[in-house]
């Protein structure tokens, strides 16, 4: 199976991410070895097999119904400044640019 | 509006089906030991998980799924013995993680049942039950509050709501009515509090429902369904469904087409409006989420959780019906939340003798264990008590008279100590002053009088005091018995027991 660009063009913005011409040529390349990947799998014969949904073959650890974390506000709010590209914070409330629907 | 829909309907059926979104009443969220509790300060409630810090794991709360599983037992639906958690993908401020954990094609409670009971709106017909068939129930975790307009070209994010968990239960398209979708709202938000799943407080947002509606001809193809976004009440529900089936009636008999689309509610004009235009970037690119794993729920652990079950509605519903002698109607606003029918049954039976199921169904006098005539309890609770609740603006559990006091002075009707009209007093007493029913009874001078020496005097002295009436009536003015019932009662204060002077006034008249 191959890829178009505007194949990953449209995977790229569902993803939300910028790419360039030049990037989304070898995005298309890369992304078409691992189709052709699935296609050579696809070929094995898995009747009677019941699809895995992880890896291991374990169920789901359950965590009691209890509070464990406290209010911790302070200290994450306070981190955020040190990073780049996270949110400003205002009476508590992490700040994004306006999104209305 | 919702005339001209009900005139033309014959020409058109509506299609309904319901998305209800209902918040899980546990203490912690569902993939994180962080607190549920509604109305903390922004933020507070949001640890590492809630706000997607890199590196955090989910891990799922038993007390989440064992609500899923109590739910589905209710509904009688199958659940699933394994079932797979995936992320739905989409970017919004309130859903940091950049995907919701929902489950997709391995749900945790598949195919069930609930039946409804439909008060149809227009003026004569009458209530009829219908099965609406649920599709499935999975479990998932609700996005955080985006806040606008606080900050010029800013808003705010509030993740305290982020990871509380969710059951979102889905109908099949089985309602053809607002009035039918309303039943199936209000019967589904009454199952999950009476089960104790969710608190189903609307305003707090902990029951929200999408509805599905569409238009078609009778026996044709099903229409294009545009889908009502988060309806918290069921009144706008009502209103928005009118609206939106005569929006779509009228733009197809206008030779307009519709567009499947998301539209939002206005409570202010009574209109829907569409929100969403680019239908096609809803593209959630569902996978397993490989931070969980498959969640397994043994044949033993379902069997934990059915015996904790309490008896739902309808089978207390068939009960009161077969055991009390109620009308289905009756029994079904006596079931139509659990605080009503645990009032009801306590109101029944007076403290010493609890075990309602076992007594009501091996007494002889079926109407009455306790003492009490079911009927005449079923009909002071539909009657009286709601109407006072109604007017006090009050929740049954709020009720300042008891189950006890009622049930007390139901005794006290039924066993000829005091009339109807004498109960209305006593009642009210209870309501603005509390007291017991034999207390206010003696206090107010209310007994009735039953002695029927006493009421013979009261009746020959009218009867003396009376001779013209007595023999216009013998003379066939049949109508003049009222007057003399009239006089009678006023003569005893209102005391005299109506059935008994009846008796005594026709048998001294017939002379």
């Known amino acids: 199976m191959s890829l178009t660009n505007a194949d990953v063009r449209k995977v790229a913005s569902l993803a939300r991410l910028g790419m360039t011409e030049t990037e989304i040529e070898s995005a298309r390349e890369q992304l078409s070895g691992i189709f052709d990947l699935i296609a050579e799998m696809q070929a094995v014969d898995t009747n009677g097999i019941t699809p895995m949904s992880h890896a291991q073959d374990v169920t789901q650890r359950l965590r009691e119904d209890v509070v464990t974390e406290g209010d911790q506000r302070e200290l994450f709010q306070s981190l955020a400044p040190q990073y780049k590209g996270s949110p400003q914070v205002e009476a508590g409330l992490y700040l994004v640019p306006q999104v209305i629907e | 509006m919702i005339h001209k829909t009900i005139v033309r309907a014959p020409e058109w059926e509506i299609v309904i089906g319901l998305e209800v979104h209902t918040q899980l009443s546990t203490s912690s969220k569902i993939f994180s030991g962080a607190s549920t509790t509604y109305g903390a300060e922004p933020n507070t409630q949001a640890d590492a998980v809630s706000i997607a810090l890199p590196g955090v794991l989910p891990v799922l709360n038993k007390g989440a799924v064992e609500r899923a599983i109590k739910f589905g037992l209710a509904v009688g639906a199958h659940i699933a013995p394994r079932s797979v958690f995936a992320r739905k993908n989409y970017f ?348 206010i009874i003696e206090a107010k001078g209310l007994k009735q009088v039953s002695d029927s020496g006493a009421i013979e005097a009261i009746v020959d002295e009218i009867i003396a005091a009376n001779a013209d009436k007595v023999a216009e009536y013998r003379s066939g003015k049949d109508k003049l018995f009222g007057f003399f019932v009239g006089l009678a009662m006023k003569a005893s204060n209102g005391k005299a027991n109506p059935a008994q002077l009846n008796d005594i006034l026709k048998k001294k008249l017939a002379g």
């Open chain 2, 92 to 439: 919004y401020p309130d859903l940091p993680k950049g995907y919701q954990i929902s489950q997709f094609d391995l749900p945790v409670v598949g195919q069930g049942v609930l039946t409804i009971l439909v008060e149809p709106l227009s003026g004569n017909a009458k209530p009829y039950e219908k099965v609406v068939r649920i599709t499935r129930a999975h479990l998932e975790e609700d996005a955080g509050k985006s806040v606008h307009g606080e900050s010029q070209g800013l808003t705010g994010v509030d993740l305290n709501r982020a990871g509380t968990p969710l059951l979102e239960i889905v109908s099949e398209p089985d309602m053809s009515s607002a009035a039918e979708a309303v039943a199936y709202a209000k019967t589904l938000h009454s199952l999950v509090r009476w089960i104790g799943i969710c608190d189903g407080n609307m305003q707090e947002g902990s029951f929200r429902c999408d509805v599905n509606v569409s238009v078609r001809r009778p026996g044709g193809p099903l229409g294009t369904r545009r889908e009502i976004k988060n309806l918290n009440s069921f009144k706008f529900m009502q209103q928005a469904i009118d609206y939106e089936v005569q929006w779509q009636i009228d733009t197809l008999e206008n030779g307009g087409k519709i567009h499947q689309a998301t539209v939002l509610f206005d409570a202010d004009k009574g209109t829907t409006h569409a929100m969403r235009s680019k239908e096609e970037a809803h593209d959630y690119r569902y996978f397993p989420d490989p931070d969980l794993l498959p969640l397994e729920i043994s044949e033993e652990w379902k069997e934990q959780v059915r015996a904790t079950l309490p008896e739902l509605p309808e089978a207390k519903r068939n009960r009161y019906v077969k055991d009390f002698g109620l009308s289905s109607y009756d029994a079904g606003i006596l079931t139509a939340s659990r605080e009503v029918a645990d009032f009801f049954e306590a109101a029944l039976n007076p403290p010493q003798s609890p075990l309602v199921r076992g007594e009501a169904s091996s007494s002889p006098d079926k109407g009455r264990p306790g003492g009490v005539e079911a009927k005449l309890c079923a009909n002071w609770l539909i009657g009286e008590v709601s109407a006072q609740l109604n007017r006090d603006g009050l929740e049954m559990q709020q009720s300042p008279v008891t189950p006890q006091q009622l049930g007390g002075m139901l005794k006290r009707i039924a066993d000829g100590t005091i009339s109807n009209a004498a109960a209305k007093e006593v009642f009210r007493t209870m309501w603005a002053e509390g007291g017991d029913a034999d207390s």
